[in-house]
């Protein structure tokens, strides 16, 4: 539903964008022939000339923004990569050994727990794309849920495409799958519909 909004309005402004453009254009080419006198052929050449600068400087700006926004995702990309590895090494691998190992319930893993959390949570509102974010609280929110595996698949799939890498071919559970050596107990756990 979300997206089909957002489709009509992309829609809307590119009407509104043709519009514009169409309007500046005759306006544009009346203005020129009032200075020029009625003679097309010299009208047709400064309007050519005039939209061939109009794009050139449109264009020179697309490519400075989108190299300006290229140069600040790389300058973050490293803080980013510490970040998201610390999360995965401490909460999803840690996690994981202490609830193997049964010290998940230690009140002193609680706490180292809960700060983990709680210095991931200003990290990511500072350093994570909207998706990261999005995944992140989705994840927190989970609770007890036993589709908390897949809430941290979903998040370690948003780092990844924040950090530039492709999840193309990647079903959901795949990499969390790869933290846990019982792949058959994992699938039983992910997908219960499809094992039973």
């Known amino acids: 539903m979300k997206q089909t909004g ?3 309005i992309i829609v809307i402004v590119v009407i509104m964008l043709v519009a514009v453009l169409f309007g500046a254009f005759a306006v544009f080419r009346w203005m020129i022939k009032g200075i ?7 009208a047709v050449a400064i ?3 005039c939209t061939t600068l109009f794009v050139s400087v449109v264009t020179v700006v697309y490519t400075q923004q989108k190299t300006k926004s290229r140069e600040i995702a790389n300058s973050h990309r490293p803080q980013k990569v510490e970040i998201y590895k610390r999360f995965m090494d401490k909460a999803v691998v840690g ?3 202490a609830t193997r190992e049964k010290r998940i319930e230690r009140p002193e893993y609680q706490k180292e727990l809960e700060e983990l959390f709680f210095s991931f949570t200003g990290d990511v509102i500072v350093w994570g794309s909207p998706s990261v974010i999005r995944s992140y609280s989705a994840f927190r929110s989970t609770g007890a849920d036993p589709n908390i595996l897949l809430r941290v698949d979903d998040l370690l799939q948003a780092m990844r495409k924040d950090l530039g890498n492709s999840n193309w071919g990647l079903t959901r559970g795949e990499l969390i799958k790869l933290f846990i050596t019982d792949q058959e107990k994992m699938d039983e756990m992910l997908f219960p519909k499809k094992c039973s």
């Open 95 to 97: 996690l994981l050994k």
């Open 6 to 8: 957002n489709k009509f």
């Open 47 to 49: 309007i050519a000339a």
């Open 36 to 42: 020029v006198g009625f003679d097309e052929k010299m």
